[in-house]
């Protein structure tokens, strides 16, 4: 295969290569092994692997060169040479393998540390034939062709807990039935639009102009930088030993004021993660002191522990969009002035304390709600960075987090992202044509060698979740799920449906085991052609009959069922030509599931969990895989 787009570092006396290239890699079983970099203009560069011969190439006039070894079965530690004849690179401990490159949004970034059970699962990821390598968070105005850092690491105890969740499990059910070593490359950012991984022509963007755009976000957030180490610049010396900050008397006259709720960035603290401190003081009377109160300090992004008084009296880790509510017993406190302090600690992306007014206060028992003000506000270890919304823009993540991979020969694609895509119904609808046009993109660009119609795409459908953005029959968050399936008329690709395991309270749900296991399925029959169940029962027509719709579904999603048993299914709603829906009750028989409401005498269209939130949508098949939400109108 020659290389489109080769990579242009400077010259150097020793052979240079992309990042992917290290010790501890896994290349791509059963298929040739892509080896491509920078040396001097015009020397003869020798590349040996697993004991063969050396294969050779020269760098043309600009130093770059390609080439291509023999395809390997699964094996390995094996020692990779690379010879420009000055000085030889030699990379060792390379597996042959499988793999997998982990896309998308937060999802796909969570942390097995940050996922259910995760001293358990930390404890067992034992394997050190499954390995990740991690792309740092970065973006261009122009396709890069290097990394802007990552390594290869064999999982261990001492170092799975910062591995992608999805992708880790994901990896150990592929071991069990394959037994190869499998390589994760995870290319993730949290809140990621899907414009910002598709290139700018597959969005009839003008290169120059992007380009342009990329310098423009550089000078502004080097003027947003520069405010923020003023800010920074009043405390000589960080990071600082924060110990005793929670203290009731701590001399606060190097703190400064700050809003809240508000995200620390908006207060002029923008590019700033890591950990920082908030107090504030309430007042009570006696007797309110001796009833114990309830203390709301909003939304905090992305961790915290409280104090009131020197006494911790809550943490919540990693849910940024969950409203901290704390009961202060009587003990802490005290008649008069009482002290909070929050310590807050931020992973990336916005920080602090933020939500609605509302949702910052103290609460008597039996009283109302007074507000908290007058905060205070310290940093004490923290670290400037302002990637915060390059998430946001066409084609930045792609150039530096996807094209600097390519040709590097891959299984397969597992993708979980749309989140950022399903705020409003027009935004979803759009995902109809971005979602397929990404996937050809990416196929087109690695050229894939298999012998199966196209690189293996696998992705997992919206979990449920409370996203508040529901309007009557109008759910984003359902067209957005629609546009996933609809994209499975591409070949080679599948979905996991994720409805039944989310959190209506967390987009973050915490069972990402299932979710790896659902793709896993879905690459058995996908990637390795196993005959297996890997979906759930996907509707085939609808015929409406007096006041009953008759939903059919075809034999490939196994035989319906219910969770929990019996034959009432729910999730099922019913509308006439007046467009209404209305909660319909549906059964199992003989095969089908027969829909019929009484506020409907002659429907028209049946919906099966149509909302952001499909708690209570139950069908599934007797592999208790569910099925996915769906609709027969277009309205």
């Known amino acids: 295969m020659f290389l489109s787009a080769l990579l242009a570092l400077p010259v150097a006396h020793a052979v240079e290569l992309p990042r992917l290239f290290s010790d501890g890699m896994v290349v791509q079983r059963d298929q040739p092994v892509q080896v491509w970099g920078h040396a001097a203009p015009g020397a003869r560069v020798a590349v040996s692997f697993a004991g063969a011969a050396a294969i050779t190439a020269q760098a043309d006039d600009a130093g770059r060169w390609s080439l291509e070894l023999p395809a390997q079965t699964a094996g390995g530690p094996y020692t990779l040479r690379i010879d420009d004849g000055t000085q030889p690179r030699v990379l060792q401990d390379v597996l042959v393998g499988d793999v997998w490159l982990a896309s998308g949004q937060s999802n796909m970034e969570w942390s097995v540390a940050q996922s259910m059970d995760r001293d358990a699962e930390i404890a067992r990821a034992t394997d050190p034939q499954i390995r990740h390598f991690k792309i740092p968070k970065s973006w261009a105005g122009a396709p890069q062709d290097q990394l802007a850092g990552g390594e290869w690491v064999a999982s261990s105890p001492q170092v799975a807990g910062q591995f992608s969740a999805v992708a880790h499990f994901f990896a150990r059910e592929l071991r069990k039935v394959t037994g190869v070593p499998i390589g994760i490359i995870d290319s993730t950012w949290g809140g990621s639009r899907i414009e910002a991984w598709m290139d700018a022509s597959s969005q009839g963007l003008d290169d120059a102009a992007l380009a342009r755009q990329a310098e423009t976000l550089r000078a502004d957030d080097e003027r947003a930088l520069a405010q923020t180490r003023r800010n920074l610049a009043q405390w000589p010396t960080l990071p600082v030993d924060d110990a005793g900050w929670q203290v009731p008397d701590l001399a606060m006259s190097t703190w400064a004021p700050i809003a809240v709720p508000s995200l620390w960035e908006a207060a002029g603290w923008n590019g700033m993660d890591g950990v920082a401190w908030y107090r504030t003081t309430f007042t009570l009377t006696g007797e309110e002191a001796a009833a114990g109160v309830l203390l709301g300090v909003g939304r905090i992004d992305d961790s915290d522990a409280t104090w009131v008084n020197g006494t911790q009296v809550g943490e919540t880790r990693m849910r940024y969009n969950q409203p901290r509510r704390y009961s202060v017993p009587a003990a802490v406190l005290r008649a008069g002035v009482n002290h909070v302090a929050v310590r807050v600690t931020d992973t990336g992306g916005g920080g602090g304390i933020h939500g609605e007014v509302g949702e910052v206060f103290v609460q008597p028992q039996g009283g109302t709600p007074r507000a908290l003000a007058d905060w205070r506000f310290r940093p004490s270890d923290v670290s400037l960075?302002?990637?915060?919304?390059?998430?946001?823009?066409?084609?930045?993540?792609?150039?530096?987090?996807?094209?600097?991979?390519?040709?590097?020969?891959?299984?397969?694609?597992?993708?979980?992202?749309?989140?950022?895509?399903?705020?409003?119904?027009?935004?979803?609808?759009?995902?109809?044509?971005?979602?397929?046009?990404?996937?050809?993109?990416?196929?087109?660009?690695?050229?894939?060698?298999?012998?199966?119609?196209?690189?293996?795409?696998?992705?997992?459908?919206?979990?449920?979740?409370?996203?508040?953005?529901?309007?009557?029959?109008?759910?984003?968050?359902?067209?957005?799920?629609?546009?996933?399936?609809?994209?499975?008329?591409?070949?080679?690709?599948?979905?996991?449906?994720?409805?039944?395991?989310?959190?209506?309270?967390?987009?973050?749900?915490?069972?990402?085991?299932?979710?790896?296991?659902?793709?896993?399925?879905?690459?058995?029959?996908?990637?390795?052609?196993?005959?297996?169940?890997?979906?759930?029962?996907?509707?085939?027509?609808?015929?409406?009959?007096?006041?009953?719709?008759h939903v059919e579904f075809g034999t490939s999603g196994g035989t319906l069922a219910v969770r929990g048993g019996g034959t009432r299914v729910h999730g099922f709603a019913l509308a006439g030509t007046d467009q209404v829906f209305h909660p319909a009750e549906a059964t199992l028989q003989d095969g089908r599931v027969v829909v019929r409401s009484a506020a409907v005498p002659r429907p028209a269209a049946v919906r099966y969990g149509w909302s952001d939130n499909p708690a209570d949508a139950d069908l599934i098949n007797t592999d208790q895989l569910p099925a996915s939400p769906f609709r027969s109108d277009n309205w």
Not at 389 to 417: C, E, F, S, T
Not at 520 to 547: C, K, M, S
């Open 385 to 549: 960075a302002l990637v915060d919304d390059k998430n946001q823009h066409p084609a930045l993540l792609y150039n530096a987090m996807i094209h600097p991979l390519q040709p590097y020969a891959l299984r397969g694609v597992i993708w979980y992202q749309g989140e950022s895509n399903a705020n409003t119904v027009a935004d979803a609808l759009r995902y109809r044509r971005q979602f397929p046009a990404l996937i050809e993109q990416w196929r087109t660009q690695w050229r894939t060698q298999w012998d199966a119609p196209s690189l293996p795409f696998l992705w997992v459908q919206l979990a449920n979740f409370s996203s508040g953005v529901d309007k009557g029959d109008e759910s984003p968050w359902a067209t957005l799920r629609e546009a996933q399936s609809m994209t499975l008329w591409m070949p080679g690709t599948a979905q996991a449906v994720a409805i039944d395991i989310g959190d209506p309270a967390d987009i973050h749900p915490l069972n990402k085991q299932e979710v790896g296991r659902r793709l896993a399925l879905a690459a058995r029959h996908v990637a390795y052609g196993e005959a297996l169940p890997f979906h759930g029962p996907v509707p085939q027509y609808t015929r409406f009959e007096g006041n009953k719709a």
